[in-house]
């Protein structure tokens, strides 16, 4: 009897140990996949970082001349979005590797790095336009690591179940919005960099056809502007026959008492959080395309040195349809916005002898207003934002 009160209290014990066994084996391989699976979410979360930056980086490569100076400057400005997109890629470890992004100069729809133009920025599941690369806006960037790209993440403990590592992806799409339709108070509460002179649409359609003459360079390696070609064309803002007499082009963006020291203020340090307050806070064109606003007897000689101080540097100005009214009871009807820089000021001397020389010039702007419906704009642009 007692032998076999024996052999069952051994038979119960070993049933314990072998469940114990079991019990430890499964929770190490619980831990095991817990361990693994927390480096992969630390994976993804580097690869999604690496993604974000490599497409915001890509995609300020299309605010380029290139946009409308046509091939091969266009192809140029691709190419070095691409470029970048790899770049930062590589910069960016993913599980302490560099990863690898193919450029893909095809733009395969889903390929590492895809250009396109895209509208809605609000919606996940709009598509890219590829019909018009001059409009291109938005970068897309897909960082991987699988086995036959950049190798599987790397499992530890699970490779005793027999789990020798882990696919996993990331994309990120960044963009650059184009179709502006005004400008309000940046958040940050900074100016706006608008130039108070508005230019006739018929004449920047003019210069945008490739009408217009080429004699200067603006040299961004040293800042210099010289007298030779670079492939984009330049006309002259001032003297513009507006059509209004004693009027050239200079409209009121605050106050319509607006003084020489004021538009002096404004060329050198743009529009103020004042200035558009006095707009209720914007500039923006109506539900029409259309803004009035108030127009000045004209370009001073007095403002020539603070013309010449911002020579190069990328401003905003309105463009108008028509005008009503002489000198300062002037009406501009604008009905878009371009950005350019000034090449040349001359404003002494004879009338036919004064000119502000611009050429087309992009700018990024904190106070752009987006706006698809009535956006009209050129080489105007929000900053870069991640819209997926």
Not at 189 to 216: H, K, R, S
């Amino acid at each position: 009897m007692r032998c076999r009160q024996s052999y069952s209290r051994d038979s119960r014990r070993g049933t314990i140990a072998v469940l114990a066994a079991f019990m430890l084996i499964g929770f190490l391989a619980f831990v095991a996949l817990a361990i693994d699976i927390g480096y992969i979410m630390v994976a993804r979360t580097e690869l999604q970082r690496t993604a974000d930056a490599a497409a915001m980086a890509a995609v300020w490569e299309l605010a380029d001349e290139g946009r409308f100076k046509g091939d091969p400057y266009l192809s140029y400005a691709m190419a070095n979005a691409r470029s970048m997109a790899t770049n930062y890629a590589g910069a960016n470890p993913v599980c302490t590797a560099p990863p690898l992004v193919d450029a893909n100069f095809a733009n395969q729809i889903e390929g590492d790095v895809v250009i396109g133009h895209l509208a809605n920025f609000s919606d996940p599941h709009a598509l890219f336009d590829f019909s018009n690369p001059s409009l291109f806006n938005a970068v897309t960037v897909r960082v991987r690591r699988t086995a036959n790209q950049n190798g599987l993440v790397p499992s530890f403990f699970s490779r005793f179940l027999g789990i020798n590592g882990f696919v996993a992806h990331a994309e990120a799409t960044a963009a650059l919005a184009s179709s502006i339709s005004g400008f309000h108070i940046p958040g940050n509460g900074e100016n706006v960099e608008l130039l108070p002179f508005a230019l006739d649409e018929p004449t920047w359609n003019y210069l945008m056809a490739g009408y217009a003459p080429d004699a200067w360079t603006w040299d961004a390696d040293d800042g210099e502007i010289r007298p030779w070609p670079d492939g984009i064309r330049e006309i002259n803002l001032f003297p513009q026959g507006t059509g209004s007499p004693g009027n050239r082009g200079t409209v009121d963006i605050g106050s319509s008492n607006n003084s020489t020291n004021d538009i002096a203020r404004q060329i050198l340090h743009g529009v103020s959080p004042e200035d558009l307050e006095y707009h209720g806070g914007s500039l923006e064109l109506d539900e029409n395309g259309e803004l009035f606003l108030n127009g000045d007897t004209g370009i001073s000689a007095g403002i020539k040195d603070e013309l010449e101080t911002i020579k190069g540097k990328p401003r905003a100005i309105p463009l108008f349809r028509s005008v009503e009214g002489p000198g300062n009871n002037a009406t501009y009807t604008i009905v878009g916005w371009a950005g350019i820089r000034i090449m040349e000021v001359q404003l002494t001397g004879q009338m036919s002898s004064k000119r502000v020389i611009i050429q087309p010039a992009p700018i990024v702007s904190q106070g752009a207003i987006h706006n698809e419906t009535t956006g009209s704009s050129n080489l105007i642009f929000t900053p870069v934002q991640l819209v997926r």
